[in-house]
């Protein structure tokens, strides 16, 4: 089996359509069929069930699908460490993100690991918490960050970092006569959240927060980042829930935060890794994390004061 058996598979796999995938791998029709027939003798299977107006994958291609990709991205990370060792990295570490992590204290981490360990590159991929689950397991990542700690046997998942979950309000919207925000009074209007699949700890925290009221929540827009949803709510177009140092590192003038009533509900963002004793480099990028959070601001306590001062007559 050769890598143009894998390429010319893909391209199948992901067109459905001979034709298509021979023109996006600037190949004539015939040989693409000639390639992925030696395939399916090779692996003793038939991996795409074709009819004069279909294309489909069996149930064996689709198994193989989900293989292929692996060997690729492994591919590219073995080409990346060579390209970082010929620039003077000594080692490296894989971080997988998923869902909406704050911004300023992973810049402050980043910071640190520049500054103290220059010679290890850090490569960051951003991904649904699932493939980050899987990634970790197939050693396509060696640490990730995400805000659920709902990963499964294999994998461990340590709280780093907390953050106040804050009403995004648009500037002038009725809900500013409130200091605090009763979650009964927010659920009268428009809500747009993040999207579950793409940011999927991220909304299941926030859920768990909205199932304290027993009312169904009116969402009109689901998002697959935090800016946009600060973007949608300094349009006017609903209220957002976000992590308080979001909202103060988009210095939004048309955003206002506003905590809920009640006691503060916080997101937090855990470190995920293999359930596995860490390496001496591992070891050092997780005491950096946790150096990170002991030298933590109280980020909301500054956002509230930045905005209160805007607020407008009750």
Known sequence: MELRHLRCFLAVAEELHFARAAERLHIEQSPLSRTIKELEEELGMTLFARTTRSTRLTRAGALFLTHV?????ALEQARDSVKAAANG??????????????????????AMCREEEPETEIRLFQVPLAQQIKGLHDDLYDIGFAQSDEVGDGVTAMPVWSDQLMVAVPARHPLLTYKRIPLEELLRYPLVLCDPQACEGHARQVERVLRHVDMEPLIVERVVSCDLMLALVAAGFALGLIGAAHIAASREPSVVARPLMGRAPMLTTYLLRLDVEPSEALSRFIDRVQAIQSADVDVPAVVLRADISEDPAP
């Open 89 to 110: 990295f000594h080692g490296q570490v894989r971080v997988a993100l998923s869902d909406s992590i704050s911004t300023s204290r992973f810049s402050a981490f980043l």
């Open 69 to 73: 990709p692996r060997v690729f991205a």
